[in-house]
C-alpha cells in the first residue's frame, strides 16, 4: 500500500529553543514530496534527517510570519546551486512573491528551475491543487494576518477484484480492469451481476489536515471531520488562555478539544512556546479531551495506514 | 587588557554542508558585540554556542548572497520577541532596508526597538561607524554583486604612566591623567620633561580584517597590511583556479599569497565549497604560501591579545 506519512521537521513557535526549529513538515504521499511550511533552517532539518530536496516538488505555506517561511529562499537556492531543474509548485499568500522575487533579484540569481506561484486566499476555502495522488484544500485559520491551512485527501482508490468471484462468473479478462472502476457485469445471458459482488471496497482514502496558527474556532469542523490525522497548533497550555487569545493562537487543550468534536482519529499537537522546556504537559492536557493525542517533534514520523 | 575576539559561527558556502553553516562571525572587541554576517540559521548558532543576542548592537552585512543574510529577519524578530528595546545598528547595501521593511510589513509586525540602517556603498573605501573602542571601514571587494568586507581597527590606547620616573620628576597628581594623551610635563623651573620619557608607549591598536567573497584582488593590500588577524574566503583548491575566477571567488593557495603580500599576522580562512569533506588540504595550501593560517570551524575562537 502506497506511503502516506508525515514527518517533523520544527515544532517550535516563533523562535528556535531547546532544540526546537520553526515550523515545517515533510509529507511523503506514495512517494512523491510535499513540504508544509518552511520555518528557517528547514534545509538543516532535511539534511539532519536525509531527506532528499530534489524529490520535493510541492510547497505550502500557510502564512508570511517569519517562522513559517524563512527558510524558503534558501531552500529554493540550494535547488539552484544542487542543478535542480524540475519547477517547483509553490503555494502561499500574494505577498510571497514579492519576496521571493526582490530576494532574487537583489541577489543577481536566476534560478535555474522555474518556480510556478499559485497565490492561496482567506476569503474561502478552495481546492487549489489535485494529481492522481491527492487533492488538496485550504483550511481559513483566524489570525493576526491572513493564514490558511491546509488539508491533503487521498483520491479514492480503485476497488479490489475478488479473484473467486470473478472465475465463478467467467468475466472475461478484458473487463476485469473495468470492474475496479465500480462497473457491473453482464453476463452473456444478459444477467447483471452487481460491481459489489465481484469486487471489495478499496481502502478509504487518507486524510491529513494541517492546521497552522490560528485562534480556536469551530468553523472548519466539516472540513476536518473524521480525518486520520490532523496536526494543530497548541502554543499555550490552557492557563495562558488570556495570552493565546491576544495572540490568537489556540491551547492544548482546545487542540484536544476540536480533536474530538471532529472525531478525528489522531491529533498531533505542535508550535509549542518558547517558555516550555518539558512538552509533556501541554500533552497531557491534550490527552485530557482526546487521548489519542502524539507530540510533534523533530524527527517524528506519523503514518497513515490504509484501512 | 580588554578583550578583542572573533568567533566562527559559519564557514560554509552557499549551501549548509557538513554541519558547517553559511557566513557568519561575532566579534567581542572589549565586550561589546558585533555581528559581521548572518547566514540563515544564525541564531540557532548564537544558541549553540550561548551567545547573548541582547549584547549586539551592531551588524554589518558584506552582500546580498543569501548565505551572508538569510538569517537576519528571523534574528531580529527572535529580538523583538524577546522584549530587545535598544536599537540595532545595521550596515549594508541599500537594498536589504527594502528586504527588511517588506518582510516585516507583511507580517504585520512592528518592531519594540529600532533598527538603524546605513547604507554601505561600493564606491570606495570608506570608514562608516567609530565609537571609543574602535573604527569601522569598508573594503571594496570584486564580487558578482556589490560587496563591502569590513576592517576593525582598534582605537589608539592611552599612553602608560611609568609610576617610577613620575615619582622622580614629582608630576603632581592631577597633571598625571594628561601624560597618558601625550602631553609634556613643565616643572616649576621650567624645565620640560618630554612625555616618552614619563610613559611607556601602549599597545598597538589591533586590527582584525573580514574579506566576504571576492575575486582574488591586491586592490586593498594597504588597507590590511601588517593587521592582526585576518579572515579571507578560500572557496576552492587552486586547482579549481578557472571555477574561482568564474564564480568570482578566491582560492586557498591565493588567500594565503596575498596574506603574505600583506604581512599580516594571522590568516583565517573559510567560506568553503560544500565540495569538501576534509579541509585540511585547503588548509595546506593556504599554509604553502603563509604558515600562520588557521581554519574558520564553527565555534572556533580567535583572540587578538594587546602587544
Redesign the interface.
Known sequence: MAVFEVTILGSSS???AYNR??SAQLLNINERYYLVDCG??T??QL?RFRIRYSRIDHIFISH????HY??L??LL??MH??GRKNPIHLFG?P?LK??ID??LR????VLRYEVIFYATHTDHPAEIFSNNDISVETIILNH??PTTGFIFREKPRKRKVNIEKVAEYKVPVDFVQLLKYGIDYTDKTGKRIPNEELTFDPPAPRVYAYCSDTLYTEHFISQIEGADLVYHESTFLHELLERARETLHTTALQAGQLAAKAKVDRLVIGHFS?RYKELEPLLEEARSAFPNTFLAIEGEKFSIIAS
Request: proline share 9%; net charge negative; glycine share 8%.
Open positions: 516563533a523562535t528556535p526549529n520553526p528557517e533552517a534545509q538543516n539534511n508570511l510570519h517569519g517562522d524563512l527558510g529562499v534558501g537556492s540550494t546551486l544542487n499568500p505577498e514579492e519576496i526582490l530576494q537583489v541577489s543577481e540569481t493576526r494576518i518558547a
